[in-house]
């Protein structure tokens, strides 16, 4: 881990995932350890949203060395795409107990009304909940809806840009500009959505916000 720590801007800006194919090519120097990763990439971007493929069968030596890798001002925020089963909860546990302050939340992108209090209880428990789908299900203390430029969101805390919407920077603009309209003063995350995310256009993202704000 660096030694260098930053304070996180207002808008941090992040990556759903960290470990994709095309970076190892375009973005991670060459023949980097995939070890490695996590740490380069926490010295560009201060939040990751983690994907299922990384977290699900991380064991609590990998997840303990996560916590390790980067600075104590990184966010770890979890994608949760299934309806989780008992297994699922576990894991999440573990993720909590070994990364703490840094799991800053759940981002929930399956039906989320077809849970029970039961398994919502459950997830609320571990940390918070942000929920990623177009559904009515009414904001709470614990559960918070996502902004993406086709809701009618308003004080949302988290927002994504799609993969279309990264390719035009001045269109990323307009999007990073009703972002940080439609919310408060609270701390914001941005993350780049799609298969392999620009991380070019992120850093111009960060950019732009730092000549709007």
Not at 32 to 46: C, G, K, T, V
Request: hydrophobic fraction near 40%; charge should be negative; aromatic fraction near 12%.
């Amino acid at each position: 881990m660096s030694d260098t720590e930053f304070n996180k801007p207002r808008l941090a800006i992040g990556s759903s995932g960290w470990t994709h194919q095309q970076w190892n090519k375009d973005y991670y120097p060459e023949d980097m350890p995939a070890e490695w990763q996590l740490d380069f990439y926490s010295n560009h971007f201060p939040c990751v949203l983690m994907q299922s493929d990384e977290w699900e069968n991380a064991t609590e030596q990998q997840i303990m060395q996560w916590g390790e890798d980067v600075k104590s001002s990184f966010d770890f925020f979890i994608s949760v795409d299934h309806q989780p089963d008992d297994k699922t909860i576990a894991q999440l546990e573990i993720i909590k107990k070994q990364l703490g302050g840094k799991l800053k939340g759940l981002v929930l992108s399956f039906a989320v009304q077809s849970l029970d209090k039961t398994g919502l209880a459950k997830l609320a428990a571990v940390t918070s909940l942000y929920i990623d789908t177009d559904e009515k299900t009414v904001a709470t203390d614990f559960i918070s809806h996502c902004w993406r430029a086709q809701r009618q969101v308003t004080n949302a805390t988290i927002g994504f840009i799609d993969a279309d919407s990264a390719k035009n920077i001045r269109e990323m603009r307009v999007q990073i500009e009703k972002f940080l309209q439609q919310s408060t003063d609270a701390q914001l995350y941005l993350f780049f959505d799609g298969v392999s995310p620009n991380t070019s256009r992120m850093q111009e993202a960060q950019v732009i916000f730092q000549l709007i704000s």
